[in-house]
């Protein structure tokens, strides 16, 4: 029995610890305004009053609490990236993730599971090696492995030779996590609450005030708020409310689909992706098979679900696992994804002036979050970007400087 | 102990057919007809698994399959629901997550400690000091799930089935058979879906005050119009009336104009303390069991009653010999219902303003607390005992709205009848009656269902008749009780089962922080296990409304998704068809012994031989084509026709190239570009008309392309007409020095160098089969390329083989034409490019026409080639002859940056050297300069750019 749990057994009231602080009145002006209360959202406002002592900020949500992309994500932490830029960024990530748990007294339940990409055609295995490569030339772990040491990582997986796709090597990424997604989102909002930032849900943004090219401030279902500086971090709307701002952005949304399957007795150890068979599962904590496969076909600002997902998918899953045909799907959703031409986020300076964007997540936004964070609230407490988010630039699309990554993405697309 | 009725009740079961089947290794004697679960039941058995966090004891709940307290164990299959299994005989059935026995769990005792696991203890443990997670992870991931998979099994057969409807109605109670009756009577074909094998849903165990149903479900039967899934669960809507249907191994897949949704509602059990245990039921799962199965619940019972349910509940009981010792009713002043007197003449002893505030026992119920009510949710302290081995509650219902809500509509709630509620016309297309409604009057429920099959009648055309009429009272009130939650101050007061959740979990999880009802639900788990909060919803929003000091309505609820129940991996992949694509030649190849390698959806011969002789396999048939002859499939390969006067001008605008002055009979290459400028995909354009050319694509990318010159041509609505002709062509490329001397005497076209000559096209015959012939030189030697048509393939390629044979022909495959083309320093796009590469990076400069006005792409090159390169393809060398062969996507490096990657790599046995492709620094890209491969083990390798092609570098022999 851990001793953190005692108290509760020994109390005769529950002691409380109030991680979130009930909903207050709006006051008429922020240092710092944070739209969206997600992962994201909620570390930025966590780093801006811990690292930065920036405590006047409000986070705003039209919904509740991480209940964005952060609550629908399959919560995958991983490095494994193809570009220098991608890879030093998202270290950086799994850097943080690794120490979270005790930085923000708040176990997310960290869980370095290993991370296999298979591939199943010879031009997979080459950009698995193409990947491995640069993770071990950048210092991440990663490495192309064969059928053997597979087998020794995964057991249960079809490796023979008789299936449609043969797996024929895959990436393998030690560092490869999960963690529960929600109690990151919590875990920072409630260190970040601490110190008095003020979180405000069902509050809907519904639009920019800008003077002279600058953010002044953000007009809400609940009045007016001036505010000094603006982070936008709506993952799934970014287009919208960049819209409200008055600029557009080079982003598709398109719903990503997932589902779970009932709780089962662990089996799975590792993480398992394949891009060939449009598939990718974990096994919680909780024994659920947390599986997702490529994105939907057609943009949608929606997240209703489909049948022909879990068709598909659940075809796939039983390629990797043929055991698992009398297995059940117990839940599906679907979360927004908004796609950038180069698969790469889109971080820094909009062309609103103290208007800072966090946006362009696709599918690849959770794993981002400490990374993000951090460095979104050191850009509006210093006024810079720092250099490892330049690569992430808006401006990258009309300078044609994209940061490609199309070949790290998990999802189909 | 048969618990099973005397009195010939039960009708689903067939007394004269016994079934045996084990349950935790113990024989278990049951009827045809019955569930796993009530033929245990029949047997006084009821723990049939333990709880998923307190190992607690769990027995059936509703006897309707919608509890997860009965998921057991099959040897093959985790998680099922006892409740719906049908027994056989031989069936091996266990119960779920337990250490050493069922009955004596060692894990059980976790129950014990429960005070030190309060709601979110996961999140506030476990990760101090530092590293410690490591540890407990492993013991919690243990801890957790339920069923276990058997790695060994392999899934049995599962189909689907596509189904069309005028109607569908969801769910074969009194609603959903009157409204299928009615809009079948307007000459609507219906589909019924019902989850029980026989329909009639609460008609066949509820207890009414008269037969207003009778024959209702006979008339069903006996109706033409009508199709009935019967024993089949809709586990799903989604959008256009699209449903998802389970019945046994086969998946449906509906499509319906119309839906009704009459699924009925689910009775909600009442919170006092240990009201998990095994042995306490809602009221209908007594009826059910009674009524369906014969079976006799217990011996002595106590209901627990807040509507007229419970009271017949406790007749049901009393006409089935079971001695009901108390009917406690939560009203102080209920007043008197159809069943009153009744109850009154059994002699039922009835207990108002009371409640259970606890039930007794260790693995079943063997006697309560009766308290009086002294406050809402407030019990007396002390109250009287009365033994019992079944208690029954009929304190309300939640609809089961699953299907409305996988619509997008929020259920509300009702602070009157302290309902939730969906219904009437939901949204074009989809309505609900009967109780799901709050419908809970039967004669209600059949005029709503009347009223539904009506609309749906009009909604189509037809002619229906008058709307029939629905009365006011639906019989909504006096149902549900307003607060039947009894918090216990030694806690065990579960609010979910499928979670050990209980009230004061709720609670704190509020006091945390975790206000809204989303946050309540992720932060306890309330709602999230396998039942999905199926019996937790609706006092988790009455708790959650309290404790923040708002409606219930405000407070809302939580998404429900589909599956309504849950699907089997295996039935949602049905038989799992993954296209596959064979070219016309394939059964060549595998006579010939070819090892086979996916490509795209196509299967190729990767080379022709034994995968232990790869390598000199593939050297053999290099060696071939340079000196000898070879033939390869090329059938995969792209094939688009273009036709129309604006043929060339869409070519010109699609690819880099310049194609307009292009000439009859000639080939030229083309080279495409997506709008950022990077490669997407070559081939070549043959002009067999002013107006007509044959595009090849590669393997890969042709679809696309295809899908790429659609949308163009969309845009630019230029006169031009673009189809996909991949399939009914085969390709054959026949090369090297001795290709003519064997086309020759097959083919009807002078193919002396002058009459056709390199990057020629010509239309002849070979072997008097119909055929396009294109001189083109991908491997670098002299070669034909003859597409002919699809169904002729293999004529053609035997009559090659044939000819060929005095000059020692030989098949090479894809691997051998990768080291030829690599040789020839040709590129592989999607290899020896990446998703962003440009023409200029990749040194194809030339294939691109700089004086037409507009391609696309051009645009995007321009801009990038203003900043200048970033990198660039060469051809290398190694240094060292003896260093190891870097593979493909090592990596160039200088220090810590990395200007490029080995694109392509081999050593070649023309040359005798190691050859091939990388991407360098620009400044690393004169010929002679030298730069560092990272190779395995970290070992750099240095290599030296040289001029391509590495192979007959004046382009003599594929001229010849």
Known sequence: ?413 | MTMRLANGAGSLIDREKPVAFTFEGQTIEGLEGDTVASALLANDIWTLSRSFKYHRPRGPLTMAGHDANTLVQLPDEPNVLADRLPIASGLTVKGQNYAGSLARDRRSLIGTVGGFLPVGFYYRSFYKPRGAWKVWEPIVRDFAGLGRVNVDSRHGYYDKQYLFADLAVVGGGPAGLSATLEASRAGLEVILIDEMPAIGGALNFARFVNGHADGLADAVGSDPNIQVLSGATCTGWFADNWLAVVRGNRFYKLRAKQVAVATGAIEQPMVFRNNDLPGVVVGSAAQRLIRLYGVKPGTRAVVVAANADGYGVALDLHDAGVDVAALVDLRHDASPCHFSDQVRDAGIRVVAGHAVSEAHGRDRVTGVTVAAIVGEGDCAPSGERIDCDLLCVSVGYAPAAGLICHTGIKLGYDGDTHMFTAGGTLRDGLMASGSVTGAHALEAALAQGRRAGWAAAKALGANPGAEPAVPNDLGNRGVNHPWPIFPHPKGRDFIDFDEDLTVRDIKNAIADGYSEIELVKRFSTVGMGPSQGRHSALNTARLTAKATGRDVAKVGTTTVRPPLLPEKFAALAGRAFTPERLTPMHYRHKDLGATMMVAGSWWRPAFYGDPASREETIREEALAVRNGVGLIDVSTLGGLEVRGPDAAEFLNRVYTFAYTKQPVGRSRYVLMTDRTGAIVDDGVACRLHDNHFYVTATTGGVDAVYRQMLWWNAQWRLDVDVANVTAAYAGINIAGPYARAVLAPLCDLDLGAEAFPYMGVRTGTVAGVPARLLRVGFVGELGYEIHVPSSCGEVVWDALMAAGAEHGIRPFGVEAQRLLRLEKGHIIVGQDSDGLTHPYEAGMAWAIGRKKPFFVGGRSIEIQMKRGLARKLVGFTLVDPNAPIPEECHLVVRGKEIPGRVTSCSYSPTLEKVIGLAYVAPDQAEIGSEFDIKVDGGRLVKAVVVPLPFYDPDNQRQAM
């Open chain 1, 1 to 413: 029995m851990p001793f953190g749990l005692i108290k509760y057994g020994f109390n005769k009231e529950y002691p409380a610890r109030v991680d979130l602080p009930p909903a207050c009145d709006l006051k008429d002006s922020y240092d710092v305004v944070i739209v969206g209360g997600g992962g994201h959202g909620c570390a930025a406002a966590y780093y801006l009053a811990t690292e930065h002592g920036i405590t006047d900020v409000a986070v705003l949500d039209k919904g509740y609490l991480g209940g964005g992309n952060t609550a629908r994500n399959t919560a995958i932490i991983r490095a494994n990236y193809l570009t220098p830029d991608g890879v030093n960024f998202y270290a950086e990530s799994v850097g943080l993730y690794k120490e979270l748990s005790n930085a923000l007294d708040y176990n997310i339940m960290y869980s370095e599971r290993g991370h296999l990409t298979l591939a199943h055609t010879d031009s997979a295995v080459r950009t698995m090696r193409w990947r491995a490569e640069v993770n071990k030339h950048l210092g991440v772990e990663s490495e192309l492995i064969f059928a053997d040491e597979i087998a020794r990582l995964c057991p249960t997986l079809d490796l023979s030779d008789d299936v449609r796709f043969p797996v024929l090597a895959a990436l393998y990424h030690p560092p490869g996590s999960i963690a529960r997604h929600d109690a990151v989102a919590w875990g920072y909002a409630a260190g970040a609450a601490r110190h008095g930032v003020e979180f405000h849900q069902k509050t809907e943004v519904t639009g920019i005030v800008k003077e002279a090219g600058r953010v002044v401030a953000v007009e809400t279902e609940r009045g007016t708020v001036k505010c000094g500086q603006v982070i936008q971090a709506v993952a799934g709307s970014s287009s919208l409310v960049a819209r409200m701002a008055g600029f557009k952005l080079p982003i598709r949304t398109i719903p990503l689909q997932a589902c779970v399957s009932q709780p089962l007795k662990p089996f799975l150890d590792p993480i398992i992706v394949s891009g060939s068979l449009h598939a990718y599962v974990s096994q919680s904590a909780r024994g659920e098979l947390v599986m997702g496969g490529s994105t939907d076909p057609y943009p949608l600002y929606g997240t209703r679900s489909s049948l022909d997902f879990k068709e598909g998918l659940m075809a796939h899953m039983l390629e990797l696992f043929p055991f698992l045909g009398e297995v059940k799907v117990l839940r599906q959703w679907a979360g927004m994804a908004d796609m950038t031409p180069d698969f790469s986020p889109v971080m820094g300076e909009t062309p609103v002036e103290n208007y800072w964007l966090d946006a362009g997540w696709g599918t690849w936004g959770f794993k981002a979050t400490p990374v993000c964070g951090k460095r979104m609230a050191e850009t509006v407490a210093t006024g810079r970007v720092p250099d490892i988010l330049q690569p992430f630039r808006l401006s990258r699309f009309e300078e044609f400087d994209q940061v490609g990554e199309k070949g790290a993405a998990s999802v189909g697309h």
